[in-house]
């Protein structure tokens, strides 16, 4: 690697060959817990295959012909001019003629380039590497506002209690590594001030952070992912460490904190070390080539498959599992498990991320203290709050494992909140990465009611790219490629602008040709609405006035949270609120919008389907064990409705500063209304 690469992409100067003699993936096989040395150790003992690099930038360039942003994300627009400016088809040229000290230096270079578009939906992820091994310090991080107003970063007062539950065998570990009088003290640093993070000041760490975590357009947003958090899961809350306690590549050994402990006059200096544990998705290995063979290469689930192909049982039998088992991006997708039937039929718009979506469970003395509703289902849960006028709807996924059944509670929820007095309503979407479009837009028209922001469309117009290789699709699909009507890109799954079904042969891709940054671009007429008629019935009455619904965050709300807030907040008046942040920096309730996520697998499923992977413009087969996400469909504006959404301003209508009292959900929300 050059001095420049490696300037450019902090931690990467920790990489170094291993003596070919010492096989170091087996010196860790089949332990739960390693040194992130160690673990890097054996990551980084692999060189550059030559044929491996070479297919899979050739399979990732070819797919970003499908991705709607490619272009737009070479130089978007205010308000975001300084926050998204990568041209991705150069930095895989770049990454074409560089040289690597390893292959896991090759997929790190990739991986950081996708991340500084700062698009959720949009990633190169390989389960060889990310969340191979997860890489925690039992000292998640907050930030707080004290009354005056001022701001300090500190050690989540609940930190011991979490690493306590959630790290039960390695907490010793790091009670031991403490040094002097701080040795097995480590419950004594919980509610510290922190003061200095590896000898900086810590927003330089938490800024540093920004720049490469990547998920989201507002720079304030990322700032927030480096601290601990919570969320709603499928099967109780959740705890988000943040990413300064839990990082998805095992590049940091350990850190350097000053810090002022609570009802201490006098400052600690000490150094803590990371720990590394195998991730949930892993494949257990014994030695270097074991782990190669069961977690680096092509599995039946990482490239499409020909849905009309029955020619022999093996077809027909991937076939079978294309529907029936989770797709290929699944690990990284940031939502609960879904029927993988569902995740096939319904258009879903999801962020991905590098770490997976969280299990540890929120300590029970932050959870609310009321009870939910009996009309809660998996990640939306229903409260009463104690003034009997609020409810409240936590929701941390716009995707559940039953979609009818979801679509039906979220109803008899907001109903059963009215019969009880409900007058107001607080929807918290903290930490929601999307789901189900037609959820999204479901929850819209049954808050509101039937007007013309909810019927027929409820959420944004969209439209797709329109390449020579997908105009190929649907014309296959138009003469009658596509019988069994399975497949995406044929015409009678989407409406016009006036939101009328095309016909089946319909070349509802015709391209409107478009020049974005300089750029020669296609993409498809303006398309409708795909949800309504709903599964459900519907309402005749709004449940809530718009005026009396606020919804609330910590920014981190993305894809169909996106398409459901924005058109609540500027279509409807909605007012919306962010919690937490740094005082000063302009704060954004929403982000990564898109229109429709997807992937090279279900691509792929598209091209092998309608029998043109053979066209030279087809991206060949993955080699390694890869995934890669993408925006398949952009959303238009409100404000500018011939302008993508996405790269429009979302601020927030107030910014709530967490205080110690504010962490806990049920005291929080409460206090977030009588104040507004």
Request: hydrophobic letters at 35%; one cysteine or more.
């Amino acid at each position: 690697m050059s001095a420049g690469a490696a300037g450019r992409y902090p931690g990467l100067t920790m990489i170094n060959h291993q003596s070919p003699l010492l096989d170091r993936c087996a010196e860790i096989a089949g332990k739960k817990w390693v040194l992130p040395r160690e673990a890097r150790a054996c990551i980084t003992s692999f060189p550059v295959d030559s044929l491996v690099k070479a297919n899979i930038i050739e399979v990732v360039n070819k797919t970003l012909a499908f991705h709607t942003s490619t272009n737009y994300q070479i130089q978007v627009p205010p308000p975001f001019e300084n926050d998204v400016h990568e041209d991705l088809h150069a930095d895989l040229l770049r990454i074409s003629e560089q040289e690597y000290s390893s292959d896991f230096a090759f997929h790190l270079d990739i991986y950081r380039s996708f991340k500084r578009v700062n698009d959720g939906h949009c990633g190169v992820y390989n389960y060889c590497y990310d969340s191979l091994y997860v890489t925690y310090l039992p000292l998640p991080l907050v930030l707080l506002t004290a009354k005056d107003g001022s701001q300090d970063v500190y050690i989540a007062p609940e930190a011991f209690k979490v690493a306590s539950d959630e790290f039960k065998e390695e907490v010793e570990f790091w009670q031991q590594a403490l040094p002097g009088q701080l040795k097995g003290q480590l419950a004594s640093l919980s509610g510290a001030k922190v003061l200095l993070i590896n000898g900086r000041e810590p927003f330089f760490s938490v800024n540093e952070n920004a720049k490469i975590t990547g998920s989201y357009q507002s720079f304030a947003t990322r700032q927030n992912s480096f601290f601990a958090s919570y969320s709603r899961g499928a099967a109780g809350w959740s705890y988000t460490m943040g990413n300064f306690a839990q990082q998805v590549h095992p590049l940091s050994d350990s850190v350097e904190l000053t810090v002022q402990r609570a009802n201490s006059t006098t400052n600690d200096t000490f150094t803590l070390p990371y720990r590394s544990r195998f991730g949930s998705a892993s494949k257990n290995f014994t030695d270097s080539a074991s782990y190669r063979a069961n977690n680096c290469v092509a599995t039946n689930r990482t490239n499409g498959v020909d849905l009309y192909d029955h020619s022999t049982t093996d077809a027909v039998l991937r076939i079978q599992e294309y529907f029936q088992t989770p797709p290929s991006v699944a690990h990284f997708q940031q939502q609960p498990a879904v029927d993988p039937r569902d995740a096939r039929r319904e258009p879903m718009n999801v962020i991905m991320d590098g770490v997976p979506l969280t299990d540890i469970d929120l300590p029970e003395h932050l959870q609310p203290a009321m009870p939910a509703l009996n009309e809660s289902y998996s990640v939306a849960q229903f409260y009463m709050l104690r003034d009997n006028v609020t409810g409240v709807l936590a929701l941390g996924s716009f995707s559940a494992k039953n979609f009818t059944l979801f679509g039906s509670s979220l109803l008899a929820g907001l109903q059963k909140l009215k019969a009880d007095g409900a007058q107001r309503l607080i929807v918290d979407v903290t930490n929601n990465g999307g789901g189900y479009i037609c959820i999204a837009h479901w929850l819209h028209r049954i808050i509101i009611g039937p007007k013309k922001s909810t019927e027929p469309q409820a959420g944004l117009d969209s439209t797709a790219r329109a390449g020579p290789l997908a105009q190929l699709i649907v014309q296959t699909i138009v003469d009658g490629g596509d019988p069994e009507e399975l497949l995406s890109y044929n015409p009678i799954q989407w409406t016009n602008a006036t939101h009328h079904p095309f016909s089946n042969s319909s070349d509802w891709l015709k391209p409107v040709q478009v020049t974005i940054n300089g750029h020669e671009d296609a993409f498809s007429q303006r398309l409708g609405q795909e949800c309504q008629p709903f599964r459900w019935d519907p309402p005749d009455r709004p449940l809530f006035k718009p005026k009396d619904v606020l919804i609330v965050s910590n920014g981190r709300c993305a894809s169909s949270c996106s398409l459901f807030s924005i058109t609540m907040a500027k279509e409807d008046g909605v007012k919306t609120t962010v919690f937490g942040g740094k005082s000063g920096v302009p704060q954004e309730y929403c982000g990564t919008v898109g229109g429709q996520s997807s992937g090279f697998a279900d691509v792929d499923t598209e091209i092998r389907s309608t029998k043109l992977k053979n066209h030279t413009l087809a991206p060949p087969d993955f080699l390694s064990n890869s995934v890669q996400g993408l925006t398949w469909r952009l959303g238009f504006g409100i404000d500018v409705p011939e302008e993508p959404e996405e790269w429009q301003a979302h601020p927030a209508d107030v910014n709530f500063p967490l205080t110690l009292e504010t962490q806990v959900p049920s005291i929080f929300v409460l206090r977030i209304f009588l104040e507004f």
